[in-house]
């Protein structure tokens, strides 16, 4: 049973540059939320995707932007790249339809973004 | 709004046992989660706590205390791989979707 995917593990760009990320959800899921983790910090949510639509939305610009495709997979956008976007993004999937008002959340293996 | 308190760091000894707390103020709530999370690596879940009481699995066992807004993880007979930051997560009131996470606990596990 494949978990949670992403990709790429790692990534350098510079400021002003555009950014791509791209994750899988595990097997049977078909919700998937991306965060923001800074070091020594707790993950911050960005957006929640279902049904390839944007859900819910955290607090974060839009230059912040995401899709979602048909087989559940997803990617996050980042325009405008700041020094301050430096952090480990981490994709979660859930079940997003089997009643439950709270789904747990499984986590891959996050990609660090560095911006110079 | 949403508060979530964890101790930044605490340190024991191989084979003891460590108990991690965290407070959390909601104006509602749905539960709450406990990850582990190593250096360098994603979160995994280790429990998710919806009533009063202690859930016990294996070495690993989590508290929540509904009243008193508290819930802890213990963790027994502590080995040297157990070294990571521990987070508590609760769902945020406004969504069901979004959690709002404490900043962890950094465990730091010595001979």
């Known amino acids: 049973d494949a978990g949670v995917t992403q990709s790429p593990t790692h990534l350098i760009k510079t400021r002003g540059q555009q950014v791509t990320l791209r994750c899988s959800p595990k097997s049977g899921h078909d919700t998937v939320s991306w965060y923001q983790q800074a070091l020594g910090q707790g993950p911050q949510f960005i957006f929640q995707y279902y049904e390839e639509e944007e859900r819910q939305r955290g607090n974060f610009p839009d230059r912040f932007s995401g899709h979602q495709f048909p087989n559940y997979s997803s990617e996050l956008n980042v325009n405008a790249l700041l020094l301050g976007d430096s952090a480990l993004y981490l994709c979660?999937?859930?079940?997003?339809?089997?009643?439950?008002?709270?789904?747990?959340?499984?986590f891959g293996p996050g990609t660090r973004l560095l911006v110079l | 709004g949403q508060n979530i308190d964890q101790p930044t760091e605490m340190t024991a000894t191989e084979g003891a046992i460590v108990q991690i707390n965290c407070t959390y103020q909601t104006s509602g709530f749905n539960g709450l989660f406990w990850y582990q999370q190593h250096a360098g690596e994603a979160p995994t879940f280790l429990s998710y706590n919806v009533l009063d009481g202690l859930e016990e699995k294996g070495r690993f066992s989590s508290f929540l205390s509904r009243s008193k807004g508290y819930s802890y993880l213990l963790l027994k007979e502590l080995q040297m791989k157990d070294s990571a930051s521990y987070l508590c997560?609760?769902?945020?009131?406004?969504?069901?979707?979004?959690?709002?996470w404490g900043a962890g606990t950094k465990l730091i596990i010595k001979p």
């Open positions: 997560a609760v769902p945020f009131m406004d969504s069901n979707y979004q959690l709002i």
């Open positions: 979660a999937s859930s079940r997003g339809t089997s009643g439950r008002a709270v789904e747990t959340q499984y």
